[in-house]
């Protein structure tokens, strides 16, 4: 599966893009979160309010709940806001 990262996300993680092998207990985006929250500080720092955190799955918009299915793309960015 390949990670895109975001805006702050991106700069706390320190990587745009990251290709990673979930384990089967990771179901869910929010699973998903959780489960690469633990890989380094930088990831736990981004993902530690997944409130703060906006997803898609393969280019579409999701809630954090959505399933992963087989999904070959995932993407956390904070909300978007216009002006």
């Not at 390949?2 to 290709?19: I, M, N, P």
């Not at 929250?37 to 409130?51: F, I, T, V, W, Y």
């Amino acid at each position: 599966m390949d990670l895109l990262y975001f805006a702050w996300v991106r700069e706390a993680v320190g990587v745009g893009h990251e290709s990673v092998d979930p384990p089967e207990t990771v179901r869910t985006v929010t699973d998903l979160v959780a489960w690469l929250a633990a890989r380094s500080p930088g990831h736990a720092a981004a993902l530690a309010d997944p409130a703060r955190l906006r997803a898609a799955i393969d280019q579409r918009f999701v809630p954090l709940d959505a399933p992963l299915g087989d999904a070959r793309e995932v993407a956390l960015f904070p909300p978007v806001t216009g002006g």
